[in-house]
């Protein structure tokens, strides 16, 4: 069967008898889609692609725990999700919020007239470093990735409630920190 | 300190209601709530052209490791023929020895995570004894459940072998083809990557061992 044709399941179960080169087919399939999350989450394309690299040669390491082959892409994102928050905790340690420098996804050339948009963009990309590992994560989820909450409760083995609740917390912490903004 | 959103506001940012669902008094506050929202930024990021070539080169390294090579051989699939005379006191003999050398095949377990196995030695004319192993270091507990015991997760628990983190039992298996995997602590099921899988038409993969009177591997 063709790498292009073959369902995650099919690939995984022939890295683990061995044909380790199948793998690539995974990582060009997974490589950009979750990017925006890591990024978003993180607060720079760098962090994003370090995070991603990470987490792909980590499920290389671990495929043998996939236990529902078919479902590579979900436990993929459990595993980004954990590198993300891991990196958000070391952060935390050593006293930084986001990657020098940012809010601050480079994106493409704005003209004048959104240069005030820009400016909201950049402030509520610090002001999301500035919520906690689970509220950020929501957020994102729900207002950049654009899932509805039964779906990232699904996806994070959280409750609709507790999403909610986090949520919640966010907007109101977002309020606080984007007043001079909005 | 900013006021907290009004929870009706709460409610239009999380598309629930919209700014004409709300009372004349909250509409600025919802204007003002979904400016927020407007300065997200979806943009879609996309990473470096290179980073295909680093994940497979970070993998291809992994996968020389003299670790994942060595687990690869005792995980492999692979079949043995047992050619055995039946003598009624030899039966249990047969199968502890069978046990005794997969058990020093897995006494340095090479790999976190599970690797499990089967052996199976003749046990009477109409079934065999099986013996599984599960290497699950930290484990509380281990069982095995299958098509052969109605997937009673509490029919068949295995035993740790020392502090190796290996777990092992035998059972008596009918001859046929069986379903079963292993339950860690009686909540994760875990399928033996060493055996072949069939999907249970609720999403899982159980793993499969053929039971025979050529007893065989998988």
Redesign the interface.
Known sequence: MSGDGATDGDIVRAV???D??R??VL??RY??RY??Y???MLGS?DA??DA??DA??RA???L??C?????FAGWLFLILRNRCFAEQRRRQREGRLLEDGDGA?P??ERSDSAVE?GE??Q???RALGQLTGEQRDVFVL???E?LA?DEIARRTGATVASL?MR??RA??R???L??E?? | MTTPYHGLVKRVLDGELTLADLPPELRAEGEDALRLLGAVDRAPVTLSPQLDARVMAAVRRHAQSPLRRAWRAVAAPREIELRLRIRPWALWGGALAAAAAVALLLGRPTTPGATPSVVAGVAARDSVFVRFVLYAPGAKRVTVAGTFNQWDQNAAPLVPAGTSGVWTTTLALPIGQHQYAFVVDGRRWVADPAAPAVGDGFGRRNSVVAVTTGARIL
Do not use: N, S, T
């Open positions: 683990l008898a061995g380790v080169e793998y690539a990582v060009g490589r950009d990017a925006r890591a990024a978003r394309r994003a692609e991603v690299q792909l040669v290389f390491d671990r043998v725990d236990r529902e082959p078919e479902k996804i994106g493409p948009q909201q963009r402030a509520l990309g729900k207002h950049v654009g909450y909610k949520m919640h907007y109101d977002l309020r606080e984007m007043k903004h909005v």
